[in-house]
């Protein structure tokens, strides 16, 4: 069964910086382009960010751009996003999932693999 894990997530105050982490099994990351999505409660799907097999990264959410930093360690087949000056609107669960080898746009319906994910509360 070919899926992530996510981690990393949890409950932390305005401001704060965490690091997410997405391991992949049952299949290597290598030729993968790999992105994080997230969904806020009572909200659709919305792409954060994607990274190619190149080390390249897009940011997809404008609210995040600046803030975040996505990188890939193919070693440990995981791919890592993290977040920075956390703001109470990056509340969400935060998922991560594949596609080809390149970065071809935010549409959930075209990734796969996603795993369950990680739930990230910001709140003071």
């Known amino acids: 069964q070919t899926q992530f894990v996510e981690s990393g997530g949890g409950l932390v105050q305005p401001g704060a910086t965490l690091k997410l982490s997405c391991a992949a099994s049952?299949?290597?990351?290598?030729?993968?382009?790999v992105a994080w999505f997230r969904q806020a409660p009572g909200k659709a799907p919305e792409g954060v960010a994607c990274i190619d097999t190149n080390n390249g990264w897009t940011t997809y959410e404008t609210s995040v751009q600046g803030r975040i930093t996505m990188t890939r360690d193919n070693a440990k087949n995981t791919v890592f996003l993290q977040m920075s000056s956390l703001k109470s609107e990056d509340t969400a669960m935060y998922y991560c999932a594949a596609r080809g080898l390149h970065c071809l746009g935010s549409h959930p319906e075209d990734y796969s693999s996603w795993g369950q994910g990680t739930l990230v509360t910001v709140s003071s």
């Open positions: 049952g299949f290597s990351i290598e030729d993968w382009a």
